[in-house]
C-alpha cells in the first residue's frame, strides 16, 4: 500500500535552531516525493520536490530510498518558516495523484 | 496568470442533501484533481479529471461524482450528504495528468459542514 508517514503532529523550535521534519513512505515502485507548505491564511503550495535536487527558502530535502525517507531539512529556523508542511509522494501510472501526510505544525519561536 | 479559484468558499448542509463545488482551473491546465482533507489530517485524493474524463478515483464511493467541462473548469458533487463528509475540498489543477512529477496547484478549498 502507498502511504506517507510524518510522525510528528508539531515541532517546536527557536529562531536559528536547525529544523529536521520528518517523512517516510511506503511505495513498491519508484516514488516522486514532494513537500508542500501552508503558510497561515494562504492555500497549500509546492515546497520542493526531489527530482529538482533545489534548495528553496533554505529548506533542502534528500531521498533515502534505503530507509524509504524524504526528511525536510533547514539549518537555521526563521520566524518566517512557522507552517503547516506536508509531504507527499505521486505514484507514477496514468494520474499524478498525491498521497499526502498528516502534516507536521512547525513553529518558530523568537 | 489566474490562479486556481474555487466557489464557494463555506458551504452548510444537512444530511442527506446534496451539494455542488466547483473550481476554476488554472490558464492553460488540463487536468483538475479533487481532494479532501478532514480535520487534522492530510489531502485526501478523491479523482481526477483530465480533458473532460474521469482519470483515477481514490477510495470514495460513488455519490461522490464529478465533472471537467470544456474549459476545464470542474465540479464535485457529493449526494447523500453524511456528517462525516464534513471538511475542507480542494481542487488542484496541473498542466499534464500524465507527469507524475507535475506541479499541481491548489485553490483556497470549499469548507463544507453537514449537519
Known amino acids: 500500500a502507498q502511504r506517507v508517514t510524518q510522525p510528528e503532529k508539531l515541532l517546536s523550535v527557536f529562531k536559528g535552531a536547525p529544523v529536521e521534519l520528518k517523512c517516510n513512505y511506503s511505495?513498491?515502485?519508484?516514488?516522486?516525493l514532494f513537500w508542500y507548505v501552508q503558510y497561515s491564511r494562504q492555500r497549500l503550495q509546492l515546497l520542493l520536490r526531489?527530482?529538482s535536487r533545489e534548495s528553496i527558502k533554505g529548506f533542502t530535502a534528500d531521498l533515502n530510498k534505503g530507509e524509504t525517507s524524504f526528511h525536510l531539512k533547514k539549518p537555521f529556523a526563521q520566524e518566517e518558516d512557522s507552517a503547516m508542511y506536508y509531504c507527499a509522494l505521486s505514484a507514477w501510472g496514468a494520474t499524478n495523484k498525491l498521497i499526502f501526510g498528516t502534516g507536521t505544525l512547525l513553529a518558530v519561536q523568537p | 496568470e489566474t490562479g486556481v479559484t474555487q466557489s464557494p468558499t463555506h458551504l452548510i448542509k444537512t444530511r442527506g442533501q446534496q451539494v455542488t463545488l466547483r473550481c476554476s482551473s488554472q490558464?492553460?491546465?488540463?487536468?483538475v484533481s479533487w481532494y479532501q482533507q478532514a480535520l487534522g489530517q492530510g489531502p485526501q485524493f478523491i479523482f481526477q479529471?483530465?480533458?473532460?474524463?474521469?482519470?483515477g478515483r481514490g477510495n470514495f464511493p460513488p455519490r461522490f461524482s464529478g465533472l471537467q467541462f470544456p474549459n476545464y473548469s470542474s465540479e464535485l458533487n457529493v449526494n447523500a450528504l453524511e456528517l462525516d463528509d464534513s471538511a475542507l475540498y480542494l481542487c488542484?489543477?496541473?498542466?499534464?495528468?500524465?507527469?507524475?512529477?507535475?506541479?499541481?496547484?491548489f485553490g483556497p478549498g470549499t469548507r463544507l459542514t453537514v449537519l
Open positions: 488542484a489543477s496541473s498542466l499534464d495528468a500524465g507527469t507524475s512529477t507535475d506541479t499541481q496547484y
Open positions: 490558464s492553460g491546465h488540463n487536468t
Open positions: 511505495y513498491s515502485g519508484s516514488p516522486e
Open positions: 526531489h527530482i
Open positions: 479529471y483530465y480533458r473532460e474524463e474521469e482519470n
